[in-house]
């Protein structure tokens, strides 16, 4: 299903996470005007481009690629999680296993359906990246890095996790669950088995697996291996008895 952000969606989310319009920080019409042309009237459907590009700048800066530790630590240390296709992975996670009761503003669209949390903590991203660059709070320059992102992917690795802290510190408990997921969620994901199914969104019982996992080389996991059925007792060479023949003394 194709959906439509509204404007007034975007700002309620802003507002009920505390990530402020004005305040002292930047002109309010300079902030709406920017977060608007930003994020409004995008079509959004399943894996939408904007939503892509921004939790790509997500694994991006919590795994990225490190190509200094392949002489020090081995090739299989390179890779980061965007080389994994991690970004799709994390999406299809949080919009499956999280609650949807979660306490996050969420964005309503235009046919009054609930945008996926993954959209909804796309929206409080870019607010909070926009009011660090009206504040100019940012340490590097702005630029394109991610082809359909909004704010918060121009922003530099080190500035995208100032405008998490902004997220974590204003946006009290809603706040602290969305950086919770932002920062966190990507690790846990990238560690795990994930990227070894075909599709991780289906139960269980219909997933295939195959057993190659980035992460899996990286840690020198060999993967499960079949253990003895029954534990028939352990193999020794010698019994000795460590008590008392005579039993305790009495007191």
């Known amino acids: 299903m194709t959906r439509k952000v ?72 390179v890779p980061g999680g965007l080389d994994v296709g991690l970004e799709v992975g994390l999406i299809e996670f949080i919009d499956a296993f999280v609650s949807p009761e979660a306490a996050v503003p969420r964005v309503t669209a235009v046919d009054g359906e609930t945008a996926p949390l993954s959209e909804s903590i796309t929206v409080i ?8 660059l009206a504040r100019g709070g940012n340490r590097d320059e702005p630029k394109r890095r991610f082809e359909d992102g909004g704010p918060f992917t121009t922003l530099s690795r080190r500035d995208r996790f100032r405008a998490m802290a902004d997220i974590e510190e204003r946006g009290e408990k809603s706040g602290g669950f969305v950086v919770a997921i932002v920062a966190a969620f990507p690790a846990i994901l990238y560690y795990s088995d994930w990227e070894g199914y075909d599709d991780f969104s289906k139960p269980p019982s219909e997933r295939t697996f195959e057993e190659d996992v980035q992460g899996w080389r990286q840690t020198s996991y060999e993967g499960p291996a079949d253990g003895a059925a029954v534990l028939r007792g352990y193999e020794v060479d010698e019994f000795e008895e460590t008590y008392a023949e005579e039993g305790p003394e009495e007191g």
Request: no cysteine; glycine share 16%.
């Open 6 to 77: 509204p404007r007034r969606g975007v700002l309620q989310g802003m507002g009920a996470l505390g990530i402020g319009i004005g305040g002292g920080m930047g002109s309010p019409q300079q902030l709406l005007e920017g977060l608007e042309a930003a994020l409004a009237d995008v079509d959004r459907s399943d894996h939408d481009p904007h939503t892509l590009a921004t939790w790509r700048a997500v694994v991006d800066a919590v795994i990225p690629e490190t190509p200094e530790l392949g002489d020090e630590l081995g090739e299989e240390h």
């Open 125 to 132: 991203l870019d607010a909070a990246a926009t009011e660090l």
